[in-house]
């Protein structure tokens, strides 16, 4: 089983569309969170971190749910410039661990 | 102004090669590190430096060798080089490695070994 698991997708979604991705991990000794977003072969960049709390930023919230042990990200009003891999990303220790990514395609 | 550069950005070379990659950040980071992301696109931490003291050194082959001449630099040596060695390999930077710390990531290498 891998540590950190993400449905591949494709989630093809038209344009103004609400979409959401869960993630899940393995290891409890997890200590911060993290989603990164890669566009086509271009390098990841980091989105937004995750917290208990829940938080957001403009059109995309994180959520957090450590007894479950897993992470969800929101995307309200999908434009087309949000089409890329997103990947949920986990901190254990001092090594940041990736998940494979879901795609994510808007259409107009 | 580039953040974290590598080069080169694309690398074709034949098996049994001995092959470098650089990378430069000048964000004044102290921490590097060096990913690679397969054709499965899983992201894999190799290695990571801390102000020029390996820190992460995970279950990589030896025949690659990281080499950090200054903490601004983080360059990785592979001898002898395999199919399965292809893939994209990333360099990032953070302040530090402590918790919380936002890596920013080079735009790839991509080597392809035939």
């Known amino acids: 089983r891998k540590e950190v698991e993400q449905d591949p997708g494709p989630f093809n979604v038209p344009e103004g569309a609400t979409v959401a991705f869960n993630c899940t991990y393995s290891?409890?000794?997890?200590?911060?969170f993290f989603w990164y977003r890669q566009d086509c072969r271009k390098e990841p960049k980091l989105l937004m971190s995750?917290?208990?709390s829940g938080n957001e930023d403009g059109r995309f919230t994180a959520q957090l749910n450590r007894a479950s042990q897993y992470i969800s990200l929101l995307i309200r009003d999908s434009k087309l410039s949000d089409s890329a891999t997103y990947l949920c990303?986990?901190?254990?220790?001092?090594?940041?661990?990736f998940g494979a990514g879901t795609i994510l395609r808007v259409k107009s | 102004d580039t953040a974290v550069s590598q080069t080169p950005k694309y690398l074709v070379t034949q098996m049994g090669n001995d092959k470098s990659i650089k990378c430069e950040q000048n964000?004044?980071?102290?921490?590097m590190y060096w990913y690679k992301q397969d054709s499965k696109k899983f992201l894999k931490i190799m290695f990571s430096y801390n102000n020029k003291e390996l820190i992460i050194n995970e279950t990589v082959p030896n025949r690659f060798s990281p080499k950090s001449p200054d903490k601004a630099h983080l360059n990785l040596h592979i001898n002898s080089l395999e199919l399965g060695d292809s893939a994209v390999y990333f360099c990032?930077?953070?302040?530090?490695?402590?918790?919380?710390?936002?890596?920013?990531f080079g735009p790839g290498t991509r080597l392809l070994v035939l």
């Open positions: 964000l004044g980071h102290d921490t």
């Open positions: 990303v986990v901190r254990r220790g001092n090594k940041l661990v």
């Open positions: 995750v917290y208990s």
């Open positions: 290891n409890s000794a997890s200590q911060s």
């Open positions: 990032a930077s953070s302040q530090d490695y402590t918790e919380g710390e936002t890596q920013y």
